[in-house]
């Protein structure tokens, strides 16, 4: 899959594939959900029947991380299901023939719709787009769907919209989603997903005190954005495809003095140096919540106490 970094870089591209037709969609996408997914499916169909090339806009990041961000209201950005890299790898696995990161900044929130279709959509080989069920654009999200069909009307393309995807009777949505984690129900937020939920991350160096108490972890590289996991789970994880049960911690571990968010993985009966190799964690149950403890010493019974009730539900849930 082509990766075009920003719309600086449209130029290229089209100097590239100047001849290339392309059914199209844009959105946030957080999670490749499927009700994104749907919409996937649209413009393959689409592909097919113009005879042309996919490509997927996604905007990073979301509008609501970027208000909170220069208001300066972190604490109200919601948790990102997964990061843009991962995203892309969804994108590519889904058979996308190219990806358009449109970065969401003051120029792109202050566009216009008129500029946006001009200067953005006109600016490729556009024989199809589709959108979303609830798909604004434009400063103050002005711009619709009828806007675009007009413009479709135009210029001879097929602008189209895909319904909503319902799961029991609610609406499938990245929303959803981040609450469905955040509760601990990792079944609803898979049926959603069309897949477990996972986080996969390149394994850092950090402060090496598991080994000082015997119980070595993993710390995975994170994104700035945080992530809707906090506590202790039962995981299972891949790496290199060889599969391995673990603990997981996700939080600032306040009884070290933490004070930024870390993702820790201790992995059963396994001490290998893996640092640099990237590590796929699948969150299975959360044990507990993060808590303080007075010294290492009782931190260490409570992780030993994590791993026999962590082994317990995940011997458990294999043999379901």
């Known amino acids: 899959m082509y990766l075009i970094r920003g719309q600086h870089n449209l130029d290229l591209f089209n100097l590239r594939y100047k001849d290339v037709r392309l059914s199209g969609t844009i959105g946030n996408f957080d999670g490749l959900h499927l009700g994104h997914q749907a919409i996937l499916k649209k413009i393959k169909k689409n592909s097919e029947k113009f005879n042309s090339k996919t490509i997927v ?8 991380e970027y208000f909170a ?11 990102r299901i997964c990061s843009w890299r991962e995203k892309f790898k969804q994108l590519e696995k889904y058979g996308i023939d190219f990806a358009f990161f449109l970065k969401f900044n003051n120029s792109l929130r202050t566009m216009s719709p008129e500029n946006f279709i001009s200067k953005i959509l006109d600016s490729i080989n ?3 787009f589709t959108v979303g069920d609830d798909f604004r654009f434009g400063a103050n999200r002005e711009g619709d769907t009828d806007l675009l069909r007009a413009w479709g009307k135009e210029k001879s393309i097929l602008v189209e919209n895909t319904e909503t995807i319902m799961f029991q009777g609610e609406r499938v949505s990245s929303t959803r989603i981040r609450e469905a984690l955040t509760s601990n129900n990792f079944k609803l937020a898979e049926q959603l997903l069309g897949r477990p939920y996972t986080f996969s991350g390149k394994v850092v160096h950090g402060q090496h005190l598991g080994r ?3 119980i070595p972890t993993a710390n995975l590289w994170l994104p700035k954005q945080r992530l809707p996991i906090n506590g202790v789970y039962a995981v299972e994880c ?14 600032l571990r306040p009884t070290v003095g933490g004070d930024s968010p870390v993702l820790e993985i201790h992995l059963f009966d396994f001490n290998d140096d893996i640092y640099s190799k990237r590590l796929r964690v699948k969150f299975i149950k959360k044990i507990r919540d993060e808590k303080k403890f007075d010294n290492l010493g009782m931190l260490k019974l409570q992780i030993q106490e994590d791993i026999s009730i962590a082994k317990n539900i995940l011997n458990n849930s294999n043999d379901n």
């Not at 806009?57 to 609501?64: G, K, V």
Request: a positive charge; charged letters at 20%.
């Open 238 to 251: 891949s790496l290199e495809n060889n599969e391995y049960q673990g603990i997981a911690n996700m939080g």
């Open 69 to 79: 961000t220069i208001k300066k209201t972190n604490n109200k950005i919601p948790p």
């Open 126 to 128: 556009l024989k199809s």
């Open 212 to 214: 000082t108490i015997g």
């Open 57 to 64: 806009f996604f905007t990073e990041p979301h509008a609501s």
